[in-house]
């Protein structure tokens, strides 16, 4: 919006030229987002406690008791904050931004009937786990088949690593990438375990999306890179610096001891946006890299109910692994921490791929 207002008075008053510059809209989104969720954070939490939208733990598994009646549905906090800024910073006109506000607020709208049902029926459960996964399915079908009828498609997949390795997938792209946003969706969810742990990651993915969304909206640097050049997706370094601000504002209210938690709402959301800025800049395969915490978390899942099912024995003590962990000894604080190191190595790893093919 303020793109839209301010820049054509740059004839006029030079100083409005700033606007015309991602990088500055990008400064000025994750300062506003950050801004907006430390402002709002006490009057969503005391609206939350009021409405008695609290937490409901399993009664198996690691002892979180301690941890019952926290408020949930904290991912409203990230998804006002993100809204507001995006729509304050980037260009409206923009088709990969409308494509990824949109699935982030679809999940974000399925997240928040899932946390809904939660909390008013006093348990764990929520949705079913074939009817979340629908809906999940449907909305990422729809966003890869807008990205497959984008006149600049070409179909080819990028290989961290590998310089000439640009796999042709034609239409078998549209299954590819609808997965790639569901599974990092479910991921997100999974790592939501801990006071802090699934934001910290969800920090350093956006950040290194950032990073990567301005190089493949920028042909010249594009080419330097040697990675697809992708018109218009520079625009979603503003999303990406948006989405850090807004869960860095979120993390004030969500580190130990947590003062409200993200729940589904938030997870869904964070997770299915970071697939569809992948998917949208052809950098599917490298999101497995800098979310290599998430695809952990969810591995473990399914080694853990694999080996139960076929053997009778856990690989784990408690799935996902950083329950495990937990199980084992190590202080909640501790998991969290480390789990933020790695994330901070594979983010690295991901972006020297970049040069090391």
Not at 52 to 77: N, S, V, W, Y
Not at 163 to 188: E, T
Not at 327 to 345: L, M, T
Request: proline share 3%.
């Amino acid at each position: 919006m303020l793109y839209h207002l301010l820049t054509p008075l740059a004839e006029s008053f030079g100083a409005f030229n700033v606007f015309r510059y991602i990088t500055f809209r990008t400064a000025g989104a994750t300062l506003t987002a950050l801004f907006i969720a430390l402002v709002l954070g006490p009057w969503v939490i005391r609206s939350l406690e009021r409405l008695r939208a609290q937490q409901a733990f399993r009664e198996i598994g690691p002892d979180h008791q301690h941890k019952e009646g926290t408020p949930t549905m904290g991912g409203l906090l990230i998804l006002v904050s993100l809204l507001v800024s995006v729509l304050l910073w980037a260009e409206l006109d923009n088709r990969a931004i409308w494509i990824a506000l949109g699935l982030t607020v679809g999940y974000g709208l399925l997240g928040f009937l899932d946390d809904y049902r939660k909390v008013r029926e006093r348990n764990s459960a929520g949705i079913s786990g074939r009817t979340k996964l629908f809906w999940q399915t449907l909305l990422a079908v729809g966003v890869a088949l807008l990205i497959y009828t984008d006149p600049s498609f070409d179909g080819q997949i990028a290989v961290p690593f590998f310089k000439g390795f640009h796999p042709d997938l034609g239409i078998f792209y549209v299954p590819l990438a609808a997965f790639v946003i569901v599974a990092a969706s479910n991921s997100v969810n999974l790592t939501d375990g801990l006071d802090g742990l699934a934001i910290g990651p969800v920090m350093i993915a956006a950040g290194t999306f950032l990073i990567l969304a301005y190089a493949a909206g920028h042909a010249g640097i594009a080419d330097y890179l040697a990675i697809k050049y992708v018109p218009g997706s520079g625009q979603l370094a503003i999303f990406c610096g948006a989405l850090v601000g807004g869960s860095l504002g979120f993390l004030w209210f969500n580190t130990y001891p947590a003062q409200l938690f993200m729940g589904d709402v938030g997870a869904l959301a964070l997770g299915g946006a970071l697939g569809a800025i992948a998917v949208i800049i052809r950098q599917e395969v490298l999101l497995a890299v800098v979310g290599g915490i998430f695809v952990a978390e969810t591995l473990s899942v399914m080694i853990q109910v694999t080996s139960f099912k076929l053997t009778g024995r856990r690989v784990f003590l408690m799935a996902p692994i950083h329950h495990h962990f937990e199980e084992a000894g190590w202080a909640e604080q501790k998991i969290v921490v480390r789990f933020w190191i790695i994330s901070i190595i594979l983010a690295l790893v991901a972006l020297s791929s970049l040069k090391l093919r």
